[in-house]
């Protein structure tokens, strides 16, 4: 507990919690880019991102300048960009990288999407079936059916991340179930799709557990996203995230395996 006068003080100063952990997050990310590349992975690598362009999203926004750099650089460094499932499934190659949204914001649409389209490079999305059903019940500035519809005309490939974007470490097997099956059969309705791919909410080792895995597989789905390489839970695909505070140096050592063994804790 801290005391009020210093909490009012942390205050006055700029202070905030999610301004401390960004900060901390920022160190870590750097200190282990300097760390130097852990290993490459042969059978390439998944990066996930979230919103391009909305700072409301804290250390999961990118610029929109900074995301289509990032994207430029790894051409430039002989990185090929292919479907996920293509790595998630075992085809890939060690100079093979993936691109995926999680959450569906609405910049995805607005800033990603035409530099993606402009570099031909395939991506997938997954969007959490409650907050598209009834706009605002969700945060505020996340994409709607039409527009998700749209994206899927286009050729991204539509995934589920739930219905109410839960910590499936917390809760029932019950819920698990409602929230994997529920999401793919609106996601199915709407689009005319069955998604065969899950990507988990939160994202790290903590936030699945087997009964949800059972879950997921019962409810159709053949592949389930997690988070990093080294630590997501068995029998679910490993992905780097990529954040706010990822110059060249740090998306190089990501791109070399920096991150595989650190988790996005915010
Ligand atoms: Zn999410």
Redesign the pocket.
Known sequence: MIPRPIKSLARTVGLTRPRVAAARMACERTTLALAGPRRALPGGRILCYHAIGQPECGVNDLTPGRFRHQIELALRLGYRFVPAATIAEGRGEPWDLAITF??GWHSVLGAAAPILREHEVPWSLFVVSGWLDRPGTGPPGVLGWREVEALAAAGAEIGS?SIT?PDFGRISAEQAAEELEGSRSAIAARLGIRPDSFAI???QSANWTPAAARAAERAGYRIVYAQAVETRPGGTVGRSFVTYFDNDLVFGALLGGAYDAWEEWI
Request: hydrophobic share 15%.
């Open positions: 999680d959450d991340h974007h909410p939160l994202g």
